[in-house]
T-cell receptor, first 112, second 114 residues
Framework: AQTVTQSQPEMSVQEAETVTLSCTYD???????LFWYKQPPSRQMILVIR??????QNATENRFSVNFQKAAKSFSLKISDSQLGDTAMYFC?????????FGTGTSLTVIP | NAGVTQTPKFQVLKTGQSMTLQCAQD?????MSWYRQDPGMGLRLIHY???????DQGEVPNGYNVSRSTTEDFPLRLLSAAPSQTSVYFC?????????????FGSGTQLSVL
């Protein structure tokens, strides 16, 4: 199984501030995809952002952006202008070989 | 558009009982999968399927069986439930499973084994 490390079990950020969640992974593949999913208290799994490993350009989706460092196998998520609705568990998810590998998650709390 | 439907939402079993968790999708997805979510451990893949008649094991397959007789359905069977199988179970589907498309998740099943 692929190893996915999210070294920050819990984080907090003031509303309207910026926060970065870190993720490292281990794969021998050259072409793969990476995702960030969020899971709010409702337990629903929601896609935040997706990155294609063969693309050097970092993905962005409104207030969410990633810093993808392929050689370092690093895939961090930056949330700008944090909102109360961003409070959730965030999972880093590489995909290789028809399998999606979930990290242990970072619990993010946005403080009013 | 229903997406991925999981039933039941909650279930309590006694040790040794059997049951089937149902999962159905109406998006004509070839790829379907089952995960379990335990506190502090993220989601772990149990079994997955890349099409009707094809299944494969994930990271934690022991104690679980699956079959894929149709594109739409991917049931997960617990043959003899154990307390260690107490968890939240998610079914997810995707067009291909290659990562080109995202995973669509069901709403989850909270299973308690006493």
């Amino acid at each position: 199984a692929q190893t996915v490390t999210q070294s920050q079990p819990e984080m907090s950020v003031q509303e309207a501030e910026t926060v970065t969640l870190s993720c490292t992974y281990d794969t021998s593949e050259n072409n793969y995809y990476l995702f960030w999913y969020k899971q709010p208290p409702s337990r629903q799994m929601i896609l935040v952002i997706r990155q294609e490993a063969y693309k050097q350009q970092n993905a962005t989706e409104n207030r969410f952006s990633v810093n993808f460092q392929k050689a370092a196998k690093s895939f961090s998520l930056k949330i700008s202008d944090s909102q109360l609705g961003d409070t959730a568990m965030y999972f880093c998810v590489p995909n290789t070989g028809n399998q999606f590998y979930f990290g242990t998650g970072t619990s993010l709390t946005v403080i009013p | 558009n229903a997406g991925v439907t999981q039933t039941p939402k909650f279930q309590v079993l006694k040790t040794g009982q059997s049951m089937t968790l149902q999962c159905a999708q109406d998006m004509n997805h070839e790829y379907m999968s089952w995960y379990r979510q335990d506190p502090g451990m993220g989601l772990r893949l149990i079994h997955y399927s890349v099409g009707a008649g094809i299944t494969d094991q994930g990271e934690v397959p022991n104690g679980y069986n699956v079959s894929r007789s149709t594109t739409e359905d991917f049931p997960l069977r617990l043959l003899s439930a154990a307390p260690s199988q107490t968890s939240v179970y998610f079914c997810a589907s995707s067009a291909t499973g290659t990562g080109v498309e995202k995973l669509f998740f069901g709403s989850g099943t909270q299973l308690s084994v006493l």
